[in-house]
Structure formats: structure tokens, C-alpha cells
């Protein structure tokens, strides 16, 4: 594995009402249509960051997830298991990504 994770971001559609209207949106849709007596379409949109990480190991791209991991590191397998219950490994934070992928990494070496 690379000693750190790769990271690909992507932009989601929110169409999640609550959320649009915590931002909003659906209210200033809703003043318009009052105010002008007509609908409104509106082309406002509210999109969120998804951060997707992966693993590279020999060319080939793994996204990040405990079946990942643990498919790469067949060998070694209940070691990894035991790493991740024992230090509360997140698979959303980058620094916990960093130091699973330097523990894989010298399961790899020896």
C-alpha cells in the first residue's frame, strides 16, 4: 500500500427537504411565490463534499472500507482486526487512515 491514502472528492445533489430548507432554499422559493403570486421554479442548489478515500496497492485503486482492508491484508488478517478494534480506527479520518496504512505497510515488510 502507499504510505498515505489517495483521496478522490465529489459534490452531491442535496434533495434531502429538511436540509434545503435548514439552508433556505425552499423558503426563498416559497417568499417568491407569495410575493409574485406565481410559481417558481428555483435553480438554486445545494450540493455537499464527499470525501472518498482508497488504498493503492500494486496499480490498483481499493476504496476504503473494512473488506478492503482486509482483502488486501488476507495474511495478516486477525492482526489487522485486532489493530483496528484496539486503536478505534475510523475509516472516515484521514489521520487514522495514515496510521492503519503505516501498520499495513510493515505487516507487508516483514
Not at 452531491?12 to 432554499?25: F, H, Q, Y
Not at 476504496?63 to 482486526?81: A, H, N, Q
Given at each position: 500500500?502507499?504510505?498515505?491514502?489517495?483521496?478522490?472528492?465529489?459534490?452531491?445533489?442535496?434533495?434531502d427537504?429538511?436540509?434545503?430548507?435548514?439552508?433556505?432554499?425552499?423558503?426563498?422559493?416559497?417568499?417568491?411565490?407569495?410575493?409574485?403570486?406565481?410559481?417558481?421554479?428555483?435553480?438554486?442548489?445545494?450540493?455537499?463534499?464527499?470525501?472518498?478515500?482508497?488504498?493503492?496497492?500494486?496499480?490498483?485503486?481499493?476504496?476504503v472500507?473494512?473488506?478492503?482492508?482486509?482483502?488486501?491484508?488476507?495474511?495478516?488478517?486477525?492482526?489487522?482486526?485486532e489493530?483496528?478494534?484496539?486503536?478505534?480506527?475510523?475509516?472516515?479520518?484521514?489521520q487514522?487512515?495514515?496510521?492503519?496504512?503505516?501498520?499495513?505497510?510493515?505487516?507487508?515488510?516483514?
Amino acid at each position: 500500500m502507499e504510505n498515505s491514502p489517495s483521496l478522490k472528492n465529489r459534490f452531491i445533489l442535496v434533495t434531502d427537504k429538511v436540509l434545503l430548507r435548514g439552508s433556505g432554499l425552499m423558503d426563498q422559493a416559497t417568499a417568491s411565490e407569495l410575493s409574485n403570486k406565481t410559481p417558481v421554479t428555483t435553480f438554486d442548489r445545494l450540493y455537499r463534499l464527499e470525501k472518498i478515500y482508497f488504498f493503492i496497492y500494486r496499480n490498483e485503486a481499493y476504496e476504503v472500507s473494512k473488506f478492503s482492508i482486509l482483502k488486501l491484508m488476507k495474511k495478516d488478517r486477525d492482526t489487522v482486526i485486532e489493530y483496528l478494534n484496539d486503536n478505534n480506527i475510523s475509516l472516515t479520518s484521514e489521520q487514522h487512515l495514515k496510521q492503519l496504512t503505516t501498520y499495513c505497510n510493515k505487516l507487508l515488510t516483514k
